[in-house]
T-cell receptor
Framework: EAGVTQFPSHSVIEKGQTVTLRCDPISGHDNLYWYRRVMGKEIKFLLHFVKESKQDESGMPNNRFLAERTGGTYSTLKVQPAELEDSGVYFC????????????????FGAGSRLTVL | AQSVTQLGSHVSVSEGALVLLRCNYSSSVPPYLFWYVQYPNQGLQLLLKYTSAATLVKGINGFEAEFKKSETSFHLTKPSAHMSDAAEYFCAVSENNQGGKLIFGQGTELSVKP
């Protein structure tokens, strides 16, 4: 099966510009997550969709970030206007809605979208 | 609140030597613990997970980790390092059995010398 796909793999923009990152989860995965790793720091949770609904957006840094998942399939994360501190790698992950019988569900991660804001 | 600490941002071992990557966690509830690995230009891949079924967890590629509640640790080990093990390793904790909202450690980059 195809994995989690993220586009673009790398984006370089100037401060003040807008960037939109896209994530295509594994087909049938209702859970979709966005994470971010700023240079030298740990990977941090941004938000969680269940189908098209935002389940938890407690990790979103501020209102310059807008995530959508229209139709419950792919998701986009828009940064507008971008600031220098937004530079980092943005990861998307997906998982089935129901956890496994053995316990915790497992996320499948994409390769990430590296954002550089100059 | 939960947290994860990985001791050592860089670890270097010789090929064939023991790999030990340290992870300590803090959690007010029974945790679900994970180790992920990221190879260059790839996504994070699950190595293994602890979900309270057994304290010694075996994962892929010969890795294993032991959950020690008294030490709040979940260290990752491999008896004999291979060159292909060079990657960045992340320990993570989740507070629920959905395993989705993960709290990650800072990551440990493993180098393997010939």
């Amino acid at each position: 099966e195809a994995g989690v796909t993220q586009f673009p793999s790398h984006s370089v923009i100037e401060k003040g510009q807008t960037v939109t990152l896209r994530c295509d989860p594994i087909s049938g995965h209702d859970n979709l997550y966005w994470y971010r790793r700023v240079m030298g720091k740990e990977i941090k949770f941004l938000l969680h969709f269940v189908k098209e609904s935002k389940q938890d957006e407690s990790g979103m840094p501020n209102n310059r970030f807008l995530a959508e998942r229209t139709g419950g399939t792919y998701s986009t994360l828009k940064v507008q206007p971008a600031e220098l501190e937004d530079s980092g790698v943005y990861f998307c992950a997906s998982s089935p809605l129901r956890g496994s019988a053995a316990g915790a569900n497992v996320l499948t991660f994409g390769a990430g979208s590296r954002l550089t804001v100059l | 609140a939960q947290s994860v600490t990985q001791l050592g941002s860089h670890v270097s071992v010789s090929e064939g030597a023991l790999v030990l990557l340290r992870c300590n966690y803090s959690s007010s509830v029974p945790p679900y613990l994970f180790w992920y690995v990221q190879y260059p230009n790839q996504g994070l891949q699950l190595l293994l997970k602890y979900t309270s079924a057994a304290t010694l967890v075996k994962g892929i590629n010969g890795f294993e980790a032991e959950f020690k509640k008294s030490e709040t640790s979940f260290h990752l080990t491999k008896p004999s390092a291979h060159m292909s093990d060079a990657a960045e390793y992340f320990c993570a904790v989740s507070e629920n059995n959905q395993g989705g909202k993960l709290i990650f450690g800072q990551g440990t980059e493993l180098s393997v010398k010939p």
